[in-house]
Antibody, heavy 112, light 109 residues
Framework: QVQLVQSGAEVKKPGASVKVSCKASGYTFTSYGISWVRQAPGQGLEWMGWISAYNGNTNYAQKLQGRVTMTTDTSTSTAYMELRSLRSDDTAVYYC?????WGQGTMVTVSS | QSALTQPASVSGSPGQSITISCTGTSSDVGGYNYVSWYQQHPGKAPKLMIYEVSNRPSGVSNRFSGSKSGNTASLTISGLQAEDEADYYCSSYTSSSRVFGGGTKLTVL
């Protein structure tokens, strides 16, 4: 069964960092890049960036440059997204997507 | 990067057809044949319905179709069914990044 399974919900304080994982199964991990998309409560989708699972090349949204890092571990077929210097407006559900498959989403809440 | 422009809401009766538009610029929708459409039910992850303007992933009903003219892409849903009620988002490639539309809420009357 082709699927992406993400890590669980996180609660962080402003200024902290969060790292969300996305484990792939049922397909060859290096066949597709992984995109990260977030959705603030009641809002639309926002593209955060993309990483090639084949060679690790990345492409980040301009507004997140310097705060986000995307990585992969091909030995475990897992992609990671780390967001630093968290603010309240980073509160959102974070999704990973590869090919036409999406993860279930990870809720990240930033609150003091 | 500015979001693509979608109508906030559309509605239709069961069995009817509806079309959702997605307007961008020559730097995104008009410049590349990499427009995708996603369906999202409340509390669920988005689901890819159309990719590369008009292609359907395996398993997606042929009631869903996509097209593009100039800087505007469109998603058409024919034979509306109750389960089509959801939010729909377009997305386009744009010079090494992607941009989403603001989303359209489809109500099946």
């Amino acid at each position: 069964q082709v699927q992406l399974v993400q890590s669980g919900a996180e609660v962080k304080k402003p200024g902290a960092s969060v790292k969300v994982s996305c484990k792939a199964s049922g397909y060859t991990f290096t066949s597709y890049g992984i995109s990260w998309v977030r959705q603030a409560p009641g809002q639309g989708l926002e593209w955060m960036g993309w990483i090639s699972a084949y060679n690790g090349n990345t492409n980040y949204a301009q507004k997140l440059q310097g705060r986000v890092t995307m990585t992969t571990d091909t030995s475990t077929s897992t992609a990671y997204m780390e967001l630093r210097s968290l603010r309240s407006d980073d509160t959102a559900v974070y999704y990973c997507a590869g090919g036409d498959i999406w993860g279930q989403g990870t809720m990240v809440t930033v609150s003091s | 990067q500015s979001a693509l422009t979608q109508p906030a809401s559309v509605s239709g009766s069961p069995g009817q057809s509806i079309t959702i538009s997605c307007t961008g610029t020559s730097s995104d929708v008009g410049g590349y044949n990499y427009v995708s459409w996603y369906q999202q039910h409340p509390g669920k992850a988005p689901k890819l319905m159309i990719y590369e303007v008009s292609n359907r992933p395996s398993g997606v009903s042929n009631r869903f179709s996509g097209s593009k003219s100039g800087n505007t892409a469109s998603l058409t849903i024919s034979g509306l069914q109750a389960e089509d009620e959801a939010d729909y988002y377009c997305s386009s490639y744009t010079s090494s990044s992607r941009v989403f539309g603001g989303g359209t809420k489809l109500t099946v009357l």
